[in-house]
């Protein structure tokens, strides 16, 4: 019993050893995560024909657990029924080219799924042709098929050519987008394959769906930017952009498609041959495209103006300033439109029609339509080529005084029907705005001259001025008498510089219209040259501060405007008759006879001469204050000073007289 136990105990180590190995595998393959493979056990025969000839040998596709199908890849090998099989993608060791991969693929997803006994036959064939026939032909496992061998072989046939034409290693989407100028069009998506031979092939239109999003435009006449639509259908879109060109974008997307070269083989380690799969559809295609076209849509150009010259002088030119724009308006165009020109785009041109008014009397009053009767001084046209911007009118001469208005239009008649006259809109300005108005103030002359080139001292002397051109409204005009000088200043001497020259007074006239005014005179007392000059600081602003008479002057001496005072004339002295020489010689001592009173003798009085007559006062009627006053006062009081003198020694004269007559007596 002994010698039997040990070889009982010996046998049981190998045993222990063995299920603690399996024990540590079945851990390993437990806790081992499954990546590509996946177990999968086929069930039974899928579509084909069973031989009748030993009742096992079949030619079709294979069923598995899941419900899908496969073909045999290994022919010769033993029947993949009752196995579990294990699925990868691309395994090594099939030893088959990229183009025989490809074509595999095509067969598999196109006949795997068939339920049609002679189609699953046929592919099983083709898939055989591919991966080798254990030197036998097709015609042989043809006969698989019994009564239908002809008719399996010819399908293979066929299914090998069509593998060879349409198998494919890739597939990219397509999509097309047309835009028109009214706005809509249309946009289709695609499919096109690459081919394992060479070359590319579009995938019939209808196979597959995806999506099509679009950006500025939508479907139809809805509101859906988005909609899942067949590859090769085509979908109506509208652009909703407001720009002056329409750019829509279209992207289309399509997922699950199977146009891969990629196999998916089942292997089975009891040593039965390998089956094909059809590889699950998980590839994905996406395209975008752009299109863009002329905007149908209108817009609204407007104008705003401003004269170049607010005021000016007649024979001025002025243009008139145009910045061009577009106006805002619902459902037109935010900016200017264009047309297609030479495979780009041009601003549409305009153009804009400029006529200057007048001459108006008074202010024009702002109107949103044009006085009918307003007389024309030019029309001009501005030929908008550039779009939006800044543009200027043609000179316009103004031939006058008087208010002048810019007004512009722009119709739509003057531009091309090729160059999209139909989306300009019309435009008008208003009447007479404040940037538009023009005005040239009255050029007014006046000349002027006195009365006589000579005067008395003290003569109050007036100007007289000859109007022309007034418009009728006030104008002080003030006149200043500069002098005296004691030379008369040359014709044409500047006299503008009032400071350096005596002024003798000034007076003010207030002219309104044509004709002679005469100002108030001024006196002129002091002997010496003078002359007449005037200024104006013209007509009273308006409110805009624009004057219908402008300041002028005239500060240039004029022979017409000078005169001269002349010296006054200095009264005659009356002259003493001369004093005789008297000898005296001392008396001698007489004894008169008879003492007699002598009588004495009257002296001779010459006669008082006439005291000279006091000058002329006239009125003074300038605004010099009071020197002419006082100084014809110190006039007055020199003469009666000169005339008490001459009485005082004529008197004197008259007494001399008497004292020599009585010297003489006293002898």
Known sequence: ???????????????????????????????????????????????????AGDGTSWLGTYRLADGRFAFCLEVGKASPVGHDYVLSTDPPGLGLSATDLAKLAFISRTWAGTTNADTAAAAQLAVWSITGLDGRTLSYYAGRANGSRDAVLAKAHTFIARAAAEATTAVAAT?????????????????????????????????????????GAKFGTGQATSKSVANGRSQTIRATGFGPTNTVRATVSFGDLPYRSTVTVGSSGAGTQKLLFTTAPTTTATKSTTATAVSPRP????????????????????????????????????????????????????TVRSTLLGPFATQPKRSSTWPSDAPVVCAVATKVQNGPGVYRTKECTLPSSGYFVWVESIDPADTPIAKGRDRVGAWRSAFATATEVSFVPSAPTIRTTVDGSSHEPGACVPDTLIADGFPGVDVPVESLLLGPFSEAPAEGTDLGDLESHPVAGRAQTVVSADGTYRSPCIDASEPGHYVYVF??????????????????????????????????????????????????????????????????????????????????????TGSVGAAPIAAAGAGTLLLGTLALAAVRLIRRVRDRRALEADVMDAL
């Open 1 to 51: 019993m002994n010698q039997l136990a040990a070889p009982q105990r010996s046998s049981r180590r190998p045993l222990r050893v063995l299920v603690l190995l399996i024990a540590v595998l079945a851990a390993i393959v437990t806790l081992s995560p499954v990546t590509t493979a996946q177990a999968l056990q086929s069930t039974g025969h899928g579509r084909g024909h069973l031989w």
């Open 299 to 350: 817009f609204s150009p407007r104008v705003v103006t401003a004269t170049s010259a607010a005021s000016a002088e007649a024979g001025a030119e002025i243009t008139d300033k145009l910045t061009v724009s577009v106006k805002p308006v619902v459902d037109q165009l935010t900016e200017w439109g264009v047309y297609a020109a030479a495979g780009t785009t041009k601003p549409i041109p305009v």
């Open 535 to 620: 200024r104006s600081e013209g007509s009273a602003p308006r409110e805009d501060g624009s004057q219908e008479v402008p300041a002028f002057a005239d500060l240039l001496a004029h022979d017409d405007e000078s005169f001269a005072i002349d010296e006054p004339s200095t009264p005659e002295t009356p002259t003493a008759p001369p004093t005789p020489r008297v000898t005296v010689t001392p008396p001698v001592p007489v004894t008169p006879p008879m003492t007699e009173t002598p009588s004495t003798p009257t002296a001779a009085v010459p006669p008082t001469p006439e005291s000279p007559a006091p000058p002329r006062l006239l009125a003074f």
């Open 175 to 215: 999509v097309t987008l047309k835009l028109g100028a009214t706005g809509t069009g249309t946009v289709a998506s695609g499919l096109t394959t690459t081919l394992s031979k060479g070359g590319t092939a579009r995938v019939a239109a209808g196979t597959h769906s995806g999506t099509i999003t679009l950006a």
